[in-house]
């Protein structure tokens, strides 16, 4: 019998792998979670903490959405021309200065 969904929520993948690791030491996980702790695995590329102040300050501090900011930490951007792949032009009022800071703040993160 399927679950019912209750919430919904854009999640990055260093607290996806948090949460699936938490999930496995307390029970066997899924084949599907299995698959997805280790690409979460894989591509995370900051600690699940660090990861959440990074979302939050995207999200206050230069007016992204929270799919936006997500996808920013998830990949992790280290140019100015990743960033502008990640965000649609039109969707965001970003000026280059803007995205300058913000590949340099998750530069320093992921370094």
């Known amino acids: 019998m399927?679950?019912?969904?209750?919430s919904?929520?854009?999640?990055?993948?260093p607290r996806v792998k948090k949460l699936l690791s938490q999930r496995?030491?307390?029970?066997?996980?899924?084949?599907?979670?299995?698959?997805?702790?280790?690409?979460?695995?894989?591509?995370?590329k900051?600690?699940?903490?660090?990861?959440?102040?990074?979302?939050?300050?995207?999200?206050?501090?230069?007016?992204?959405?929270?799919?936006?900011?997500?996808?920013?930490?998830?990949?992790?951007p280290t140019t100015p021309e990743e960033m502008r792949t990640i965000l649609d032009a039109r969707s965001t009022d970003l000026n280059d200065e803007q995205i300058a800071e913000i590949v340099e703040i998750v530069k320093k993160i992921v370094s």
């Open 2 to 6: 399927p679950k019912e969904i209750v």
């Open 46 to 76: 900051m600690a699940p903490a660090v990861a959440d102040k990074l979302l939050v300050r995207l999200i206050k501090n230069f007016k992204l959405s929270r799919a936006q900011a997500v996808q920013v930490v998830n990949i992790a």
């Open 8 to 13: 919904e929520e854009e999640v990055t993948l």
């Open 24 to 44: 496995a030491k307390v029970g066997e996980l899924s084949f599907q979670q299995n698959i997805t702790l280790e690409h979460a695995s894989g591509f995370s």
